[in-house]
C-alpha cells in the first residue's frame, strides 16, 4: 500500500515535472530528490556513503569495504559482554577527540583502558534516568563537534530518533553507536551498519544485516585471539576445566 | 593637587529620618559614655545639645526617643555612599569614622569646571538624603579640617582658602591633647600662627609628629591614601507583576536580567562561570539554583539556553514571586590557543558541551573515569571531574600491560554458572592499612553463552563475577 502511494507520488512530481524539463533533466531532478537508488559503483559522489574509518580489525574491514562508516550511525546487537566494546576500542584508541559512552551497563574500567593504551581523558561517561534525555544527551555530543564517537546504550530506538542521531553525527562529524540487546522490534532503521554480534566457541559471530552503499554479506567469525590476543586461549583443553576448580587449587 | 572633602556628621541619623520624617526630638547616644552624639532640630529646639549627657537631655522632654550609636552602621552606610559618588568620581579614601576625601584634579579633565562637578556631586547627595559638609583643600587634611569646621563653600582659591585655613583653632586640628597644650604654652592658638614657623624650627621644639602633620596640612610632605575599589558583585532581582505558577514564563523577565548581566560583564571584560538564581516563591523558602558553565561566559542568550535546560528540571513548590540573579565570581577571559590548522569543527567546544549536559542532566551525571594507584580492581578506577583539554601524551609505561576487563560491576555477583577457566590466577592480596583488605585470585572465564568473565575466588573458595570482557 505505501509502495502503491509512493508510487504514485512520484509518478505525480514526474509527471508535473515533465512539463517543463526534458527527459536529461528529469533524471538529475530524480538523482537529486533522494528517489533513484544506485549500487555502489556508480553512485554520484553526493550520494556515496560516507567515508570509512578503519576499525583496527583487518578481516573486519575487508568485511565492511574499508571499516566503520564515519560519519554514521552504527547498530549493534548483542548480549551485553560479548566482546561488543573491545570491537569498538581500535577505532576510538584512533581517534583524538572524544568518547562519550552513555548509559553503559556497568562501570567502565579506566584501568583496563589504560592497560590498552588509551588515553582516559578522552573517555567521558554520562549516565541519566530517562531513556530520552540519553538520547537527547547522545545528539547533543554527536553535533557538538567536540566528540569522535558517542556509545550509547539503548533500547528502543524509534525510526526518526535515529535519523536524528544520523543527521547530528554527520553536523559533528562523529559516529554514533547504538548497542542494543534482546532486539524485538522489526523494522529496519535507518542506520549506516547493523551488526548482530553472537560468540562462539572459535570466535564472535559477526552478521552485517545492512551495510548503506553495500551488497549483502555472508557471516564472518571473528577469532578470539584477535579480539583478545591476551586471554591465552585454551580452545584445545576445553573439555577438562570446569568448575569446581580441583584441580587448579591442587595445581 | 585639588581635593574635596565631605563630611557626615550625622549619618545613622540621616537613615533614621529617612524611615520617618516626622518631627519627634531623637538623639543618637554613645553606649560608651551615655553623651549625645547626632540630634534632629526638634531636640535641638528642646535645649538638648551635643555632648550633653543622656540624663540631662531625658530631662528637657518626656517624648524623647533615644537610640544608641552604631559604630557598624555608620562604616556600611558610609560604603554605600562611596560606591553611589563612584559612578561619577574615580578616587575615593574612606576617611573613617564619617568622610569620604574624594580628590578632584584628576577629574577635573572631564569637565568644564570645578562648578560643573560639584554641580553633579551634589546632585547625587541630594539623592541620597544625608546631611553633609564640605570643603575643597590643596591638601587632604587642609580639606579635611574645613570640611569639619562647616565650611560649606565652593572654592579652589588657594589664598582664600589658606586664610579660612588659618583662622581655625588649634583645638580643631587632630593633635593629641599634649601637643595642642605645648601649642598653646608657647602661645599658637591658631593654624595661622603654627603655620609661621618654618618647619625646621617646629621640628627642633616638637616632636617629629607633628612637624608630619603640619608638612601634610600645609601639602608639603606626601600624605599616601588608598582609593576605594568597588566590589565586584553582580546582584540584580525583578519582582514579577504577577505571580508565576509555570516556569516557561520566567524567559523573558530572566533575559532581562541576563542582558543585564551581560553589559556588567562586558564593561568590564569578564567572564563568570557560575550564576545562582534565586526564586521566590510564596509563602517558603526561596530557592536557590546555581548554574555553571565550565569555561566563562558573558552572553545572555547563551546563559538563558543553559538556565532553560535547568529550569525545564526544575519543580517548583508555590507560586513564583520574584527571581534574584546573584554573581559573585568572574574570571579572565582565556585566548583559546588551538591549531591553527587543523579543521575545526561546529562551533561547540568541549567545556561548553559539559556545561550544557551539566545543566540538563545534573552535575553528577557527566564524569570522566580516571585510575588511580590502588591494586584493588574497585578502587582502581574512578570516577572524576570530566577532562576538558586534551591530554599531553603520556610515554608509554613499560610495565607489562595487565589484563583487565573494560566492564566493572557496581556490585560483584555470586558466579551461579557453570564456566571454563581461560586464564589465572592473579592474586590481589592487599589493602590491610584500610580494614578494605581484600585476598582474591582473580581467572578470566568462559560461560556457557562464551562470554569472557572476570571471576575470583576469594579466601573462603566461594566464587564470584567481578566484571565482563566487554
Not at chain 1, 12 to 33: E, G, P, R, W
Not at chain 2, 42 to 60: F, P, Y
Not at chain 2, 246 to 263: A, G, M, R, S, T
Not at chain 2, 407 to 422: A, H, S
Amino acid at each position: 500500500m505505501i509502495i502503491l502511494a509512493l508510487l504514485v507520488m512520484i509518478y505525480n512530481t514526474v509527471y508535473i515535472y515533465s512539463k517543463v524539463c526534458d527527459m536529461a533533466n528529469l533524471i538529475d531532478f530524480l538523482q537529486h530528490q533522494n528517489l533513484v537508488w544506485q549500487g555502489t559503483d556508480n553512485a554520484p559522489l553526493s550520494q556515496c556513503v560516507s567515508e570509512k574509518h578503519s576499525t583496527g580489525y583487518e578481516a573486519l574491514d575487508n568485511h565492511l569495504d574499508g571499516g566503520f562508516p564515519f560519519p554514521g550511525v552504527v547498530d549493534m546487537q548483542s548480549e551485553t559482554g560479548v566482546g561488543e566494546l573491545q570491537l569498538l576500542l581500535p577505532f576510538i584508541r584512533s581517534q583524538t577527540r572524544l568518547c562519550v559512552m552513555i548509559n553503559p551497563p556497568a562501570n567502565v574500567n579506566a584501568h583496563a583502558l589504560m592497560h590498552q593504551n588509551m588515553s582516559t581523558e578522552l573517555i567521558w561517561g554520562v549516565t541519566t534516568s530517562k531513556p530520552i534525555e540519553a538520547l537527547w544527551a547522545a545528539e547533543q555530543c554527536l553535533k557538538s563537534g567536540v566528540c569522535s564517537s558517542v556509545l550509547l546504550w539503548h533500547q528502543e530506538v524509534q525510526i526518526h530518533q535515529a535519523k536524528r542521531l544520523l543527521l547530528s553525527a554527520q553536523t559533528g562529524q562523529s559516529m554514533c553507536c547504538l548497542l542494543r540487546h534482546n532486539v524485538v522490534q522489526g523494522g529496519a532503521l535507518p542506520v549506516s551498519l547493523s551488526m548482530q554480534l553472537v560468540p562462539s566457541s572459535a570466535g564472535l559471530n559477526i552478521k552485517v544485516n545492512k551495510l548503506k552503499g553495500g551488497w549483502a554479506k555472508p557471516n564472518m567469525t571473528l577469532a578470539w585471539s584477535l579480539l583478545w590476543p591476551q586471554i591465552v586461549s585454551h580452545s584445545e583443553s576445553l573439555q577438562g576445566q570446569v568448575l569446581p576448580f580441583k584441580q587448579s587449587v591442587s595445581r | 593637587m585639588l581635593w574635596l572633602y565631605l563630611h557626615f556628621p550625622q549619618l545613622q541619623l540621616d537613615g533614621l529620618l529617612v524611615q520617618d520624617d516626622q518631627l519627634v526630638p531623637t538623639i543618637i547616644v554613645s553606649g560608651r559614655n551615655n553623651m549625645v552624639m547626632q540630634l534632629n532640630a526638634s531636640a535641638h529646639k528642646l535645649g538638648v545639645k551635643r555632648g550633653m549627657g543622656l540624663g540631662a537631655a531625658s530631662s528637657m522632654s518626656a517624648s524623647l526617643n533615644v537610640y544608641e550609636f552604631k559604630a557598624s552602621y555608620e562604616q556600611k552606610r558610609l560604603l554605600e555612599l562611596a560606591q553611589w559618588l563612584y559612578l561619577d568620581t574615580a578616587e575615593i579614601h574612606l576617611s573613617k569614622p564619617c568622610g569620604l576625601l574624594i580628590k578632584v584634579s584628576n577629574m577635573l579633565s572631564l569637565h568644564t569646571d570645578l562648578a560643573h562637578y560639584w554641580r553633579i556631586i551634589k546632585a547625587r547627595l541630594v539623592t541620597q538624603n544625608v546631611q553633609y559638609h564640605f570643603s575643597f583643600g590643596y591638601s587632604p587634611l587642609a580639606a579635611q579640617l574645613l570640611a569639619q569646621s562647616g565650611f560649606n563653600r565652593l572654592c579652589d582659591d588657594r589664598v582664600q582658602l589658606a586664610t579660612e585655613l588659618g583662622k581655625l583653632p588649634i583645638s580643631s586640628l587632630l593633635l593629641s591633647e599634649r601637643q595642642t597644650l605645648q601649642l598653646n604654652r608657647v602661645g599658637i592658638h591658631t593654624v595661622q600662627a603654627l603655620f609661621g614657623i618654618p618647619l625646621v624650627e617646629l621640628g627642633r621644639r616638637f616632636d617629629n609628629e607633628l612637624v608630619q602633620y603640619v608638612g601634610r596640612l600645609q601639602g608639603k610632605l606626601h600624605h599616601p591614601v588608598e582609593f576605594y575599589q568597588p566590589p565586584e558583585v553582580f546582584e540584580r532581582e525583578i519582582t514579577l507583576l504577577y505571580e508565576l505558577e509555570n516556569l516557561d514564563y520566567l524567559i523573558k523577565p530572566l533575559f532581562k536580567l541576563l542582558k543585564q548581566l551581560e553589559v556588567f560583564l562586558r564593561l568590564r571584560d569578564k567572564l563568570t562561570s557560575s550564576i545562582a538564581l534565586v526564586l521566590m516563591q510564596r509563602d517558603i523558602e526561596p530557592l536557590c539554583l546555581t548554574i555553571g558553565c565550565a569555561h566563562g561566559e558573558y552572553r545572555a542568550q547563551k546563559w538563558l539556553d543553559l538556565c532553560q535546560l535547568v529550569l525545564a528540571r526544575t519543580q517548583l513548590l508555590a507560586p513564583l514571586q520574584a527571581v534574584a540573579l546573584k554573581v559573585d565570581k568572574f574570571c579572565e577571559p582565556q585566548a583559546h590557543s588551538e591549531d591553527l590548522f587543523s579543521e575545526r569543527i561546529g562551533t561547540m567546544t568541549r567545556a561548553g558541551l559539559l556545561s550544557m549536559l551539566q545543566a540538563k542532566l545534573g552535575e553528577e551525571s557527566v564524569f570522566g573515569i580516571q585510575t588511580t594507584p590502588d591494586a584493588r580492581p574497585e578502587y582502581a578506577s574512578v570516577r572524576s571531574e570530566p577532562a576538558l583539554h586534551a591530554a599531553p601524551a603520556k610515554p608509554p609505561e613499560h610495565t607489562a600491560p595487565l589484563l583487565r576487563p573494560n566492564l566493572l560491576f557496581n556490585e560483584i555477583q555470586p558466579l551461579n554458572d557453570k564456566v571454563i577457566l581461560l586464564q589465572g590466577p592473579e592474586r590481589i592480596s592487599t589493602g590491610w592499612w584500610d580494614g578494605d583488605d581484600i585476598e582474591r585470585d582473580y581467572f578470566v572465564a568462559q560461560d556457557r553463552q562464551f562470554r569472557q568473565l572476570w571471576v575470583f575466588r576469594d579466601r573462603q573458595k566461594r566464587w564470584f563475577i567481578h566484571g565482563v570482557f566487554s
